[in-house]
C-alpha cells in the first residue's frame, strides 16, 4: 500500500485558516485520498475523500496537487474543536482490493484561543 | 439518525479468559470493519465485513475472530486473552465496501485485561 507523510504536529490560531499537508508520492491512479481525524477519547471521524478534484464539505476543503503526489486539508476557520490528530490515508481503489483504512501517526493539531 | 453503537463501553478480562464485542452499524450500512488502537501500536485494521462475509483481514492471529449477522451488526470476538491485548477497540460502518466510500466509527469498547 502507498504510504503517506505528515508533519508530526501542528499549531494554529482560533479563527485562522489551518493547511494540513500530506505527501503521497508513491500513490497510483486508483487510490482515493481519505482524511480523518480523531478528537481525545473518541473514535476516529471522517473529515473528507477525494481522488483527483478538489473537494469541499461543510467541515473542510481538499486541495489535490495536480500530480497527485500530495493533498492539503484546509480548516478555514479553525475553532478550539478542531483540535485533534488528523490521519491522511490512501486506499486503493483498483476493484480488486479493500477498503480497510492504514492509519499512519497522523498530525497533532493545536488551536490556541 | 443513530451512529455507530458499541457495546459495552468498557470490559475488564482475565488473562486466558474470552471476549465478545459488539457492533451496530448505522441503519443501511451494510460494511463493518474492526480496528485496534493501542499507545504503542496506534489504529490497526482488523477486519472487515461486507454482507456477512469477511472481504479482508489484517495481520492478527487467529484469536482474533469476527462476524457479521444478516441485519449487518457485527461481533468481534478474541480468545485466551493476553495482556497484550488491551486496547481500544472500534468498529466502523460503511454504506459500502471499498474505497470510495467514507467511514462512521463508534466511540469504541476499552478492553483491560488483568
Known amino acids: 500500500d502507498a504510504k503517506t507523510t505528515q508533519p508530526n504536529s501542528m499549531e494554529s490560531n482560533e479563527e485562522e485558516p489551518v493547511h494540513l499537508p500530506c505527501n503521497h508520492s508513491t500513490i497510483s491512479g486508483t487510490d482515493y485520498i481519505h482524511w480523518y481525524r480523531q478528537l481525545p477519547s473518541q473514535g476516529p471521524e471522517y473529515v473528507i475523500h477525494g481522488l483527483t478534484s478538489n473537494v469541499n464539505n461543510r467541515m473542510a476543503s481538499l486541495a489535490i496537487a495536480e500530480d497527485r503526489k500530495s493533498s492539503t486539508l484546509i480548516l478555514h476557520r479553525a475553532t478550539l474543536r478542531d483540535a485533534a490528530v488528523y490521519y491522511c490515508?490512501?486506499?486503493?481503489?483498483?476493484?480488486?482490493?479493500?477498503?480497510?483504512?492504514?492509519f499512519g501517526k497522523g498530525t497533532k493539531l493545536s488551536v490556541k484561543p | 439518525k443513530a451512529g455507530v453503537t458499541q457495546t459495552p463501553r468498557y470490559l475488564i478480562k482475565t488473562r486466558g479468559q474470552q471476549v465478545t464485542l459488539s457492533c451496530s452499524p448505522i441503519?443501511?450500512?451494510?460494511?463493518v470493519s474492526w480496528y485496534q488502537q493501542t499507545p504503542g501500536q496506534g489504529l490497526q485494521f482488523l477486519f472487515e465485513y461486507f454482507s456477512e462475509t469477511q472481504r479482508n483481514k489484517g495481520n492478527f492471529p487467529g484469536r482474533f475472530s469476527g462476524r457479521q449477522f444478516s441485519n449487518s451488526r457485527s461481533e468481534m470476538n478474541v480468545s485466551t486473552l493476553e495482556l497484550g491485548d488491551s486496547a481500544l477497540y472500534l468498529c466502523?460502518?460503511?454504506?459500502?465496501?471499498?474505497?470510495?466510500?467514507?467511514?462512521?466509527f463508534g466511540s469504541g469498547t476499552r478492553l483491560t485485561v488483568v
Open positions: 466502523a460502518s460503511s454504506l459500502g465496501a471499498g474505497p470510495f466510500y467514507g467511514y462512521t
Open positions: 490515508i490512501l486506499t486503493r481503489g483498483d476493484g480488486g482490493s479493500q477498503g480497510n483504512l492504514i
Open positions: 441503519s443501511g450500512h451494510r460494511s
